[in-house]
């Protein structure tokens, strides 16, 4: 019987397969190019083209795919086979240096945000080499990077790589004054959990709401939810387990480091965690850990709901960014030290963290903005859209005491300086976890809590990376000009603290209070929706850093931005267009069905005997008579506001009457049709409940 080390990354052209196909020198080169980023040959990239098409076609390939993830929030590909002519009439495969390295696909279908005119329709895609190729099904997938004809970024992935590039380049400063001059890279690494709902594929088929935007528009709150806590760590069910066991094997083939599974909160609600990794690998990992949930769902006849509230009164499904960064040669920066010294680079590393997460809130909001993550964020199983950090009540401690310079608890009453013989040592983690907080440290790392499920986690570590890497380069333009570097490391820790330490709040985020103290005291920023936060992406701090670092460019920028609201726009117009359609031709007509028949029962009655007075009939169709008359009325109110959409002059003011305007209107629609269906006779209710959906998997 086979163990998971055995076919554990078997379909991955990883480090074990180049070693046993690539030549020596070939090798070398490869991975000079990989750890180091140095210009890959011509020959050298023939020669992996070949090893990396025998090794996919002794698996079975027919196709190559260069995989690249577009805009859209999922990933592309588009398959070309192996084979070329031979003279003699037959085929031979084949696969170039060339191919490898640059595809052409047809760009002119992707959002573009204005980075390409329609008729310029071709764009490139170019070979990452730091995130392994891998088979899916009999197609050999290259993971890349998608550019436009005229060379801005198509992609999240190229962005990703230069942020980390530029991380890389501040950290190495702070290094390098530390005394380490032996480091090469300084590499973030992420483990995203991923948390989801299974449903019957059955009962799915059913509701056109679910089909066409992921979530339920309509939906009575079901006799039980999750008020007994009764499912979070619970036993497994036996489809969901099987589907568990069937998933873990298609990812371990992939070499995703798929870890921990259990049940989560809410009914029919799960989670998934994997092993940390770099992250531009965890971010095309999470993207194959999406596509896979939902074909190995669709094998056991279930759906994987991967919207981030797809029923109301629940839970819903995050994706928790546990975040880090750490040299090529295994040292965790933001993990304490065992000496005084290494303790002060800790907390330059922490401070910087601090800073570019007050600095940059805003972008750290925006990085999470969607439509779905919108109904989710502020809700009792997520943090609110206020940001702020956790830090624990010993590492809190230090801080306070670096920023009084007053004894620090756990010393012998000696004032905080940060000399190589007085920082003294602290342990790593020594507070429980805070599951309100957006952004909590938690020993070695931070938890980002804010992601929805369906967020790629390439927008994020963007933006994470970025706002770190520019605090790391204003902390080391400061250092490197010091002429004491203990007394200004000092006084630049202690100055971050007291400039910064609005950002750091160790209690509960759920509490009204908070926000109240967030916003009206300490002056943190509240964007409640993407409407509200996504035009900042353009305010004029946020251009100048991430330009100015090389991660975007200002059209590139730009184009986000319109991309993401228009996304927002249209997610939340098919919502709206889909609600009317299943009020009308669903919702409505079971509700007049069902009063007509409850009204011929009475009439039937009536018919026994005038003395029958048939008040529950007459009560029950009153009730539903109005409701009916209230559903028509809200769902042309609901349609009314569609065309004011097409009157707004941007998608920023579009983006606004959709928040203001359109989803008031939905929320108004959903209270009757809600209030009918608990009324309704079930026979007569034209789609499952939410107790069947909820509690349909065995």
């Known amino acids: 019987m086979k163990t998971v080390s055995d076919y554990f990354g078997s379909m991955v052209f990883d480090d074990r397969a180049m070693r046993a196909s690539l030549s020596a020198d070939v090798y070398a080169s490869l991975r000079k190019t990989i750890d180091e980023g140095s210009a890959l040959d011509i020959s050298v990239a023939n020669a992996v083209a070949e090893a990396m098409k025998n090794w996919a076609v002794s698996k079975g390939a027919t196709h190559f795919t260069h995989w690249f993830q577009p805009l859209t929030g999922i990933t592309a590909e588009k398959h070309e086979a192996f084979i070329s002519p031979s003279p003699d009439g037959s085929v031979i495969m084949e696969f170039s240096g060339k191919e490898l390295i640059k595809g052409e696909p047809d760009a002119s279908s992707f959002p573009s945000g204005g980075l390409r005119a329609t008729f310029e329709a071709r764009g490139y895609t170019a070979w990452d080499p730091t995130s392994y190729a891998f088979m899916k099904g009999k197609t050999l997938c290259i993971p890349t990077a998608f550019c436009s004809y005229g060379g801005p970024a198509l992609d999240k992935k190229t962005p990703l790589l230069r942020s980390m590039e530029v991380l890389s380049k501040q950290a190495l400063r702070i290094l390098r004054l530390f005394g380490n001059n032996t480091a090469k890279r300084v590499i973030s690494s992420v483990g995203p959990e991923q948390e989801y709902f299974l449903i019957t594929r059955e009962m799915y088929e059913k509701r056109p709401d679910l089909r066409f935007s992921g979530r339920t528009l309509f939906g009575a709150k079901p006799p039980k939810g999750q008020e007994l806590d009764d499912h979070y760590f619970g036993v497994i069910k036996p489809s969901v387990s099987a589907f568990m066991e069937d998933l873990n094997d298609e990812l371990w083939k992939l070499g995703i480091l798929a870890k921990t599974e259990h049940n989560e909160v809410a009914p029919a609600q799960h989670e998934l965690a994997p092993i ?181 986690i390439a927008c994020t570590n963007i933006m994470l990376n970025s706002a770190v890497a520019e605090s790391l380069r204003v902390i080391a333009d400061s250092l490197e000009k010091a002429k004491d570097f203990e007394s200004e490391l000092h006084d630049l820790i202690r100055d971050t603290i007291r400039n910064h330490k609005r950002i750091i709040f160790n209690g509960n985020g759920y509490d009204d209070a908070w926000i109240e103290e967030a916003t009206k005291k300490r002056g943190l920023l509240n964007y409640r929706t993407t409407a509200d936060c996504m035009p900042h992406l353009l305010d004029k701090k946020n251009v100048t850093m991430l330009t100015s670092l090389g991660v975007f460019t200002d059209e590139e920028l730009r184009s986000r931005r319109d991309i993401m609201l228009e996304n927002y726009c249209k997610s939340v117009v098919i919502e709206a267009r889909t609600m009317i359609s299943m009020a009308r031709t669903m919702i409505a007509p079971a509700v007049e069905e069902y009063a007509a028949y409850v009204a011929g029962a009475a009439n039937a009655k009536k018919s026994l005997s005038s003395d029958i007075a048939c008040t529950y009939e007459k009560n029950l169709v009153r009730k539903l008579s109005g409701l009916l008359d209230d559903i028509c009325t809200k769902t042309d109110a609901l349609e009314a506001v569609l065309p004011l959409l097409q009157d707004a002059k941007d998608i920023v003011e579009e983006s606004a009457v959709v928040r203001d305007r359109l989803l008031p209107a939905m929320d108004e629609l959903r209270i009757p049709c809600d209030e009918a269906e608990v009324l309704t006779d079930k026979k007569y209710w034209p789609f499952p409940t939410y107790s069947d959906l909820l509690f349909g998997v065995k």
Request: aromatic residues 8%.
């Open 276 to 456: 940390y990794t770099t992250t531009n690998i965890a971010t095309d990992h999470n993207q194959l850990t999406m596509e896979m949930m939902q074909k190995v769902a669709a094998r056991h006849g279930l759906v994987c709901l991967l919207h981030e509230k797809p029923f109301a009164g629940v839970n819903g499904s995050g994706k928790h960014n546990n975040w880090s960064i750490a040299t090529d040669s295994g040292q965790n920066l933001l993990s304490p030290g065992d000496t005084p010294y290494e303790n002060a680079q800790f907390l330059i590393f922490l401070c910087a963290v601090i800073k570019a997460v007050d600095d940059y809130q805003d972008l750290l909001r925006i990085s999470v903005a969607t439509a779905g993550n919108d109904h989710r964020l502020g809700a009792n199983e997520a943090p609110p859209a206020v940001i702020s950090i956790f830090l624990g009540d010993e590492l809190n401690a230090v801080l306070e005491a670096i920023e009084s310079d007053t004894p620090y608890k756990g010393t012998k009453k000696k004032v905080m300086r940060l000399g190589a013989e007085v920082l003294p040592k602290f342990n790593r983690d020594t507070t429980d976890r805070n599951r309100t907080s957006p952004f909590a440290y938690t020993g070695n790392k931070f938890e980002f809590r804010m992601l929805g499920s369906s967020n790629s």
